[in-house]
């Protein structure tokens, strides 16, 4: 059970890679559950945003992918026990070197993004 659900998460990163890459809102909405909440901070500005607010931000921003970024994005650690979870992410993109903590949880058999905090280090 540990490693199909370690396996599970990983894909459920995989899926908000591609959607942050690609700027494909409908992949992220399937990856994040709907009361999501991000926190971060980008270049000492505070930043906190419910998903649809962040859904609209990635939506009217250029996609990494359309600029012609190479993809760098990477799973650091992933921790599973029982029905949640918590990643560390890597996110180069956009002239910023994000490093991302998300928490997951399984609910009926799907893992969703229940929160994000993240910050840009230089």
């Known amino acids: ?11 459920v990163i995989e899926n908000y890679f591609d959607g942050l890459f690609t700027g494909d809102i409908q992949k992220l909405k399937q990856v994040f559950d ?3 909440w991000l926190y971060g901070n980008i270049k000492g500005t505070p930043y906190e945003k419910n998903l ?4 609209e ?15 760098a994005m990477e799973i650091l650690a992933v921790e599973v026990l029982d029905n949640v979870a918590t990643a560390k992410v ?7 070197n994000y490093y991302d ?3 997951l949880a ?17």
């Open 1 to 11: 059970m540990y490693k199909e659900n370690i396996q599970s998460v990983v894909e």
């Open 34 to 36: 709907s009361r999501a």
């Open 52 to 55: 649809e607010e962040y859904l």
């Open 57 to 71: 931000a990635v939506k009217s921003r250029k996609s990494p992918e359309s600029l012609g970024e190479s993809f």
């Open 90 to 96: 890597r996110i180069p993109m956009l002239g910023f």
């Open 101 to 103: 903590f998300l928490s």
């Open 106 to 122: 399984c609910f009926n058999n799907r893992w969703l993004i229940v929160n994000k905090l993240f910050v840009h280090v230089e």
